[in-house]
């Protein structure tokens, strides 16, 4: 065997390879339907499952919150200790305004 004709025999073909991956439909009726029906369950197990996981994860972000915030005063006590938290201003208020009529 030439150097040429190996080269030839074992070439790497795409086309054969994507065949033989490629997903096809079963012919039967019945096996169509059943692979559908299958397809159907597994995405209502999927659903199913990340709506708890994120009920979950909120459950645990909520109680996490929680428990950081336990012991500390949800006021302070003394009146200037809070002072950097007071912006001060001034506003007035302003009358509505006339809308044109079209």
């Known amino acids: 065997m030439t150097p ?3 080269a ?3 070439r790497f073909d ?3 390879l994507h065949a033989a991956l490629a997903p096809r439909k079963p012919r039967h ?3 169509r339907l059943a692979i559908g029906l299958l397809g159907l369950g ?3 197990v999927l ?3 990340s709506v708890f996981v994120g009920i979950g994860m909120l459950t645990v972000g909520l109680v996490y919150r929680l428990l950081r915030q336990r012991g500390k005063p949800v006021f302070a006590r003394n009146p200037r200790a809070s002072r950097g938290r007071i912006v001060d201003g001034e506003f007035r208020v ?3 305004t006339a809308l044109p009529t079209a």
Request: aromatic letters at 20%; proline letters at 10%; hydrophobic letters at 65%.
């Open 94 to 96: 302003v009358g509505k």
């Open 4 to 6: 040429l004709m190996f």
């Open 8 to 10: 030839q025999a074992f």
């Open 42 to 44: 597994v995405l209502a």
């Open 29 to 31: 009726p019945l096996a």
């Open 14 to 16: 795409p086309r054969r």
């Open 47 to 49: 659903v199913f499952f």
